[in-house]
């Protein structure tokens, strides 16, 4: 008999007809009452086994954990919260779990503890409506994409390249690290290793990103991403996902305007798709705010704050501006801030940004024209000689989700950059060929996703958004 999914199943009316569903056991009561769970929904199913029917020797293996298959018919039910339940004629336990030694009590864990057992917690509701929002919000993404006709392009894990010239990489190399090959000068000689030279996890796919834009036009790439930045803060991952749109033809307000469009149409998917799942996260936040004391708690439940997200659009101001609120707020008079705002140039803190989005303007921020000091050297030089063409877009309890610009399109310029920062102009040679040949006005983004996935669970920390967080000293599973 087919197996039928419980999300398709609590839809379904009663019928005479019998059925078959399989799944885990939450909990199981007064030796009758089965509540089953499969991953298709936070709804379990309640199956109802006539004990004096059953095998006394299966009674006792329908235990919290357990895989069992349940076949009988969906009467109505009588319980709340549900009209049809599954008056079993016959289980099948599929696979035992001893409920002495399953980790994963009827009772709340902690989100920390939940965290060492990463390997169980897709079982729990709360990771269940996690995981099942990433997935709506992976395949928006690429349906956004997909419907406005962009390439979706495959850049590279392995290189050689540091696309923000942040020298945050880790490194590749086949090498027997005890014992490495050295030159004359008695450096590793990495002209031995397996790619003939020194090799990284790539920390951006921009660079290729622009290759590719300047043949399709729009492109977008989306993979995992490789940071060895040592932060050990919420919103920081070793390993993350990054999606980096590219247009060719396309400035900076163009690059905002998608990015905004973008965001609002995954916000909007998930709130139709994951309805329930959102419902339930907005409730579960709730009840963690009511930890909190009344002037940390946010004004707006999740779902609300996802409404007004669609319903605002986000403010656009550039940085000069931003340096002006801060420096002039209360907060910063009275020393609030850890960094005191003082002077123009000084790079921003999440305490800066999300003064400006969660006091100040109370929505999503789009900041733009950073100092060129502070961004990378890709971007667009202004015409007054200080500042770049960037974007960052900054979230309600997230801050930065996404950082953007438009592309330095001018050889002489980019070059002149590079020269400045001391970036050797013969390691991105390919690079410079996009500004040799054909170059064009082009601009681009990068969404963090597990930020965006932060934002749309109402999640605080973003180990909990990713199956299994890579983080300093963490690399379990
Ligand atoms: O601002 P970033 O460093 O920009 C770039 O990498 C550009 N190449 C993007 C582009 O223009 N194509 O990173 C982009 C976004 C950030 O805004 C943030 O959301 C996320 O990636 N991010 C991280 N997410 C989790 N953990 C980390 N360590 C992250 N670093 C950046
Ligand atoms: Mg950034």
């Known amino acids: ?130 995981f099942r929002v990433r997935n709506t919000l992976a395949f928006a993404i690429h349906q956004f994409f997909n419907e406005k006709g962009f390439v979706y392009i495959h850049t590279p894990i392995i290189t050689s390249s540091d696309a923000e010239g942040a020298g945050e990489m880790f490194r590749v190399t086949n090498f027997d690290i005890a014992n490495p090959p050295k030159d004359e000068n008695g450096n590793v000689d990495y002209k031995q290793d397996f790619f003939g030279k020194s090799t990284n996890l790539t920390v951006s796919g921009q660079l290729e990103g622009e290759l590719a834009a300047m043949a399709f036009s729009d492109i977008y790439t989306f993979g995992p991403t490789f940071r060895a930045e040592n932060s050990n803060t919420a919103r920081h991952l070793a390993e993350f996902w990054m999606i980096e749109p590219e247009m060719a033809f396309c400035n900076l307000k163009d690059n905002m305007d998608l990015a905004e469009e973008m965001l609002q149409y995954v916000i909007k998917t998930a709130l139709e ?47 000069t501006q931003a340096i002006d609120i801060l420096r002039e707020s209360n907060h910063n008079k009275k020393k609030k801030f850890q960094y005191l705002v003082d002077k123009w140039g000084v790079d921003l803190q999440s305490e800066h940004e999300r003064y400006l989005v969660e006091k100040h303007f109370k929505k999503p921020v789009i900041l733009t024209d950073y100092p060129k000091e502070i961004k990378s050297f890709y971007m667009r030089q202004n015409e007054d000689g200080k500042t770049v063409a960037a974007m960052d877009i900054l979230f309600p309890g997230i801050g930065e989700i996404v950082g953007g610009s438009q592309r330095e399109e001018r050889l002489d310029k980019l070059e002149a950059r590079m020269t400045e920062i001391g970036i050797p102009h013969h390691e991105l040679d390919w690079y410079l060929d996009t500004r040799r040949f054909g170059a064009c006005e082009h601009a681009g983004f990068g969404l963090g996703f597990e930020r965006l996935i932060m934002f749309v669970t109402g999640m605080g920390n973003v180990r909990d958004v990713i199956p299994f967080p890579r983080t300093p000293n963490n690399c379990e599973f």
């Open 1 to 130: 008999m087919a197996r039928l999914r419980i999300k398709d199943i609590l839809k379904t009316p009663a019928a005479e007809q019998s059925i078959t569903v399989k799944g885990w056991v939450r909990t199981f009561r007064n030796n009758s009452f089965i509540a089953l769970n499969d991953g298709s929904t936070n709804n379990n199913l309640q199956v109802v086994v006539d004990f004096n029917t059953t095998d006394e020797s299966i009674l006792k293996r329908i235990t919290t954990g357990a895989a069992i298959s349940a076949t009988g018919i969906l009467v109505p039910s009588l319980g709340k919260g549900q009209t049809v339940e599954l008056k079993a004629t016959q289980v099948e336990i599929l696979g035992d779990s001893d409920a002495e030694k399953y980790p994963l009590q009827p009772k709340k864990h902690s989100l920390e503890f939940l965290r060492e057992i990463a390997h169980l917690r897709f079982r729990t509701n709360t990771f269940g409506a996690v």
């Open 273 to 319: 798709k994951n309805r329930e799942d959102i419902e339930f996260l907005s409730a579960r936040l709730e009840e963690e705010e009511k930890q909190k004391p009344q002037n940390e708690r946010s004004e707006m439940n999740l779902l609300n704050k996802l409404q007004f997200c669609l319903d605002n659009q986000f403010e656009r101001i550039t940085y």
